[in-house]
């Protein structure tokens, strides 16, 4: 078993990717719902 430690901060660095991949994709999402060609 891994220590409490290891899996608290490999579940923290997988929140912090999951929710920069989500605001990427929003972003992108309401960027063509608006019809502007920045990305």
Known sequence: MLPAGVI???VLV???????VSTVIFKRVQAKKKGLQKF
Do not use: G, T
Request: avoid cysteine.
């Open 8 to 10: 608290l901060v490999f």
């Open 14 to 20: 997988f929140l912090a990717f999951v929710l920069v």
